[in-house]
Every structure is written in C-alpha cells, then in structure tokens.
C-alpha cells in the first residue's frame, strides 16, 4: 500500500482545514487507517484512527470534538477534517496503514505517507 497525504497548510486560530490520504491498492477496505502528527522536537503521536468500515473510530484526548476521521472505501481515501485549529496542532501529519484491529500505536502500522505540514497561526 502506498500512501499520499495532502491538504495541509497555513491556517489561523479558530480556522478549519481537510487533510485527505489517498491509498493505492486494492486492498485499501480491509486496512484500518490512523492520522499521526510530529511536532518540532516532540514524539510522534496518534491523532485519530478509524476500523476498515468506518465504524470504529479513536481520537486523542486533545482534538476530541475538533477533529473528524472518515474514510471513503470506494475512493481509497481517509479524510481528517479539523476544526477550531490551535497553534498547538501545528505538526507535520502522517496518514499511516495496518491490517488487522485498529491501535494507536504508531508501530503497530505497516505504511506510511510522506507527511503534509499543517502550521496554525495564533
């Protein structure tokens, strides 16, 4: 599976942005996806995770009710809307790929997108 984030960007507090992960592959439904982020001289994290039907998703504590994971089978694409971004959200996000039940371990996950830069200004 190759991955390929996108829609990432300068935004201002209080601003919304999509990221989109498009997958090739024609395995894409069966994979549970994760968005992960790195900010400057900090661990990576989990920010969201989502089962391969869409049914089960995970968010951090820190972008509950901002955040929204989606993904569309038929597109081979996983969305990640964010809303009322913060300076604290600026990190470069990481759409990553496994099989099996979904975790927030960024081992846990077989492949990974190249990054897209998400900067909010305050």
């Known amino acids: 599976v190759q991955l390929q984030a996108s829609g990432g960007g300068l935004v201002q507090a209080g601003g919304s942005l999509r990221l989109s992960c498009a997958a090739s592959?024609?395995?894409?439904?069966?994979?549970?996806m994760g968005w992960f982020r790195q900010a400057p001289g900090k661990e990576r994290e989990v920010v969201a995770s989502?089962?391969?039907?869409?049914?089960?998703?995970y968010y951090a504590d820190s972008v509950k009710g901002r955040f929204t994971i989606s993904r569309d089978n038929a597109k081979h694409t996983v969305y990640l809307q964010m809303n009322s971004l913060r300076p604290e959200d600026t990190a470069v996000y990481f759409c990553?790929?496994?099989?099996?039940?979904?975790?927030?371990?960024?081992?846990?996950?077989?492949?990974w997108g190249q990054g897209t830069l998400v900067t909010v200004s305050s």
């Open positions: 989502i089962s391969w039907s869409g049914g089960i998703t």
């Open positions: 990553a790929a496994k099989s099996a039940s979904p975790t927030t371990r960024s081992r846990d996950y077989d492949y």
């Open positions: 592959g024609r395995t894409f439904s069966s994979y549970v």
